[in-house]
């Protein structure tokens, strides 16, 4: 397992954009998936996105593409979320999470970071 510190996250505007990073702190996360999630309050926490080792391969779940985009720098050891045209029911705590998992056949992620908070104002 890897540790993972989210950051980034705040309060914003409607219609603002915000990246998120996730930073793996003790070690290299260059060789794992490395996928963002979020949980809306009262909700169960979903999947947003998640990317390859090397940043050439993604995947978005359908309701969140267009305003998500995922990208990595091994070299920072750090994965980013940017959120483009934030929306109130945005708001929610962003999570990340790590796997050895090929990417294909991903399922369930074995680190976890403590999250960051994003609320968007109307």
């Known amino acids: 397992q890897v540790q993972l510190v989210e950051s980034g996250g705040g309060l914003v505007q409607a219609g603002d954009s915000l990246t998120l990073s996730c930073k793996g702190s003790?070690?290299?996360?260059?060789?794992?998936?490395v996928g963002w999630f979020r949980q809306v309050p009262g909700k169960e926490r979903e999947p947003v996105a998640h990317?390859?080792?090397?940043?050439?391969?993604?995947f978005y779940v359908t309701s969140m593409l267009g305003r998500f985009t995922i990208s990595r720098d091994n070299v920072k050891n750090t994965v980013y979320l940017l959120i483009h045209h934030l929306k109130p029911e945005d708001t929610a705590v962003f999570y990340c999470a790590a796997d050895e998992s090929d990417f294909d056949v991903v399922q369930t992620f074995a680190s976890w970071g403590q999250g960051t908070q994003v609320t968007v104002s109307s």
């Open positions: 003790e070690r290299s996360i260059s060789g794992y998936v």
């Open positions: 990317i390859d080792w090397s940043g050439t391969r993604t």
